[in-house]
C-alpha cells in the first residue's frame, strides 16, 4: 500500500516550454501532496505544499507564478514548470500523504529529472 | 524552526559489518522524526517513524532507530549491512501542525565494500 507514481520518469525540454508533472496516489487517497527539488548530491527542498481543491501554499523564495501546482482531485496534483530555463533543470520529487492513515507519513514519488536545453 | 543535521555526509563500511547513521534534530516539541533510504535516481523510501512511544523503532531491511530525547538524536542502526544497502540516507523531522512538513537533513551516503 501507500504507492505514489510519477509521470514521466524524465523529460527533456526547450528553453522557454512548460512542462508537467504528474503526481499521482495510486491506492490512497491524498488530501495533501507535497512538491520537493533536489539538486544533485544534495537534499530536498520543499516547494510548495498542495492541498485538494485550494490553492497551494509555496514556500519562500519559490515563485508561484512558475511553479503553478494543481490538486483537482484526491489523488492527483500537477506541477506544470512555465516558461522554462536551464536553471530549472534538476529532481523534481512529489509526495503523499494518507488521509485515512497516520497524517504525520509522507510517501514519495519515483521523482522526475527534468532537463531544459 | 525546526533543523536536522546529518554530520556524517559519507561513510564506508564492508559488507557484514554494522551500520549507525547519526540524526540530530532541533524542535519545538516532540518531534516526528524519519529516515528514507533514496537509491540513485529514484524516489524516496520510507525505513521507519518514531511519533511517541517505545523510543527503540523497528524498520524494513533490518533497520533500527533509537529516539533520545536527552541528546536530540535518532540515529539509524543496522547489526549487519548488506551491498545493496549503499545509498543515500536522510533524516527528517516532521513539522505536527497540520501541514505535516518535513524538514530533511542534509543526507548520508552509505558506500558498502565487498
Known amino acids: 500500500g501507500a504507492v505514489v507514481s510519477q509521470h514521466p520518469s524524465r523529460v527533456i525540454c526547450k528553453s522557454g516550454t512548460s512542462v508537467k508533472i504528474e503526481c499521482r496516489s495510486l491506492?490512497?487517497?491524498?488530501?495533501?501532496m507535497f512538491w520537493y527539488r533536489q539538486f544533485p548530491k544534495q537534499s530536498l527542498m520543499l516547494m510548495a505544499t498542495?492541498?485538494?481543491?485550494?490553492?497551494?501554499?509555496?514556500e519562500q523564495g519559490v515563485e508561484k507564478d512558475k511553479f503553478l501546482i494543481n490538486h483537482a482531485s484526491l489523488t492527483l496534483s500537477t506541477l506544470t514548470v512555465t516558461s522554462a530555463h536551464p536553471e530549472d533543470s534538476s529532481f523534481y520529487i512529489c509526495?503523499?500523504?494518507?488521509?485515512?492513515?497516520?497524517?504525520?507519513?509522507?510517501?514519495f514519488g519515483p521523482g522526475t529529472r527534468l532537463l531544459v536545453l | 524552526a525546526q533543523s536536522v543535521t546529518q554530520p556524517d555526509i559519507h561513510i564506508t563500511v564492508s559488507e557484514g559489518a554494522s551500520l549507525e547513521l547519526r540524526c540530530n534534530y532541533s524542535y519545538g516539541a516532540t518531534p516526528y522524526l524519519f529516515w528514507y533510504v533514496q537509491s540513485p535516481g529514484q524516489g524516496l523510501q520510507l525505513l521507519l517513524k518514531?511519533?511517541?512511544?517505545?523510543?527503540l523503532v523497528q524498520g524494513i531491511k533490518g533497520f533500527e532507530a533509537e529516539f533520545k530525547r536527552s541528546q536530540s538524536s535518532f540515529n539509524l542502526r543496522k547489526p549487519s549491512v548488506h551491498w545493496s544497502d549503499a545509498a543515500e540516507y536522510f533524516c527528517?523531522?516532521?513539522?505536527?501542525?497540520?501541514?505535516?512538513?518535513?524538514?530533511f537533513g542534509t543526507g548520508t551516503r552509505l558506500q558498502v565494500t565487498l
Open positions: 518514531y511519533f511517541s512511544g517505545d523510543t
Open positions: 527528517a523531522v516532521g513539522d505536527t501542525g497540520t501541514a505535516s512538513k518535513l524538514t
Open positions: 498542495s492541498n485538494e481543491g485550494s490553492k497551494a501554499t509555496y
Open positions: 491506492d490512497f487517497q491524498a488530501t495533501t
Open positions: 509526495s503523499a500523504r494518507d488521509r485515512q492513515g497516520t497524517r504525520e507519513t509522507q510517501y
